[in-house]
C-alpha cells in the first residue's frame, strides 16, 4: 500500500513562499511519477506540477510556471514544491499524487494519478 502524506502548508503574505513536502511510503518510490494538485472551495481538483520518476523532467500549468518548481528526492521518498511569488488565487488545499501504473489519460488529469495524500492547506493573504 502506498501513502502520501503532505506538509508544510500555511499562511503567507502574497509576494511570499512556501516549500510543501510529500513523503510517501513504499521502496519503489523511484518507480512513480509524481504531481502536485490544487484544489479551491467550490471548484474542480487543478494540476499544477508533475514530475518524472528520474526527476529530469517536469511539467507546470501555466498558471504557475516560472513561480513554482516541483523536485524529488529519491533517496528520501520525498517530492517538493517550492512556491514563490505567490498570489491571492493559489489559496487553495494542496495535494500530492502517485502515477504508478499505465494510464491512458494526460497527466494533468486527477484519474492519471493512482495515490493521493490528504492535503494541505495554502493561504494566500493580501
Known amino acids: 500500500q502506498v501513502q502520501l502524506v503532505e506538509s508544510g502548508g500555511g499562511l503567507v503574505q502574497a509576494g511570499g513562499s512556501l516549500r510543501l513536502s510529500c513523503a510517501i511510503s513504499?521502496?519503489?518510490?523511484?518507480?512513480?511519477?509524481m504531481g502536485w494538485f490544487r484544489q479551491a472551495p467550490g471548484k474542480e481538483r487543478d494540476f499544477v506540477a508533475r514530475?518524472?520518476?528520474?526527476?529530469?523532467?517536469?511539467y507546470y500549468s501555466d498558471s504557475v510556471k516560472g513561480r513554482f518548481t516541483i523536485s524529488r528526492d529519491n533517496a528520501k521518498n520525498t517530492v517538493y514544491l517550492q512556491m514563490d511569488s505567490l498570489r491571492e488565487e493559489d489559496t487553495a488545499v494542496y495535494y500530492c499524487a502517485a502515477s504508478v501504473a499505465y494510464t491512458t489519460y494526460t497527466y494533468t488529469h486527477p484519474l492519471a494519478y493512482d495515490y493521493w495524500g490528504q492535503g494541505t492547506q495554502v493561504t494566500v493573504s493580501s
Open positions: 513504499g521502496r519503489t518510490f523511484s518507480t512513480y511519477d
Open positions: 514530475i518524472s520518476r528520474s526527476g529530469i523532467t517536469t
